[in-house]
């Protein structure tokens, strides 16, 4: 099933902006979901994962104590909160599920091909 991320926008250094993911009018999967990034020039890496079975989520240490990843079932929305933002977090988000599990036993995953949605662009000016 693909994600959606949304929310995406310009911000300042410093700043703080929330991001969504939903599943195209149907439930969450009762899988985890992992957030991904990319930033301009360089490939797609995972920055956190949040299970399905508890809710608890582990991060990058990148986004440590700066991201905080939601997730409310019955409105079918994973949230990224992220604040004390910098320059370097400049690039497209996205959210994805990992098929094979529904607990993150890092915030690293391998997802499928075909499960990549669309992703949101946070620009973070200096």
């Known amino acids: 099933v693909q994600l959606q991320a949304s929310g995406g926008g310009l911000v300042q250094r410093g700043g703080s902006i929330r991001l969504s993911c939903t599943a195209s009018g149907s439930t969450l999967p009762d899988r985890a979901i992992g957030w991904f990034r990319q930033a301009p020039d360089a490939g797609r890496e995972p920055i956190s994962c949040?299970?399905?079975?508890?809710?608890?989520?582990v991060y990058a240490e990148t986004v440590k104590g700066r991201f905080t990843v939601s997730r409310d079932n019955s409105k079918a929305t994973v949230h990224l909160q992220m604040n004390s933002l910098k320059p370097e977090d400049t690039a497209v988000y996205y959210c994805?599920?990992?098929?094979?599990?529904?607990?993150?036993?890092?915030?690293?995953?391998?997802?499928?091909?075909?499960?990549w949605g669309q992703g949101t662009l946070v620009t973070v000016s200096s």
């Open positions: 949040i299970s399905a079975r508890d809710g608890r989520a």
């Open positions: 994805i599920v990992d098929r094979a599990r529904d607990y993150c036993a890092d915030y690293k995953f391998i997802p499928s091909m075909d499960d």
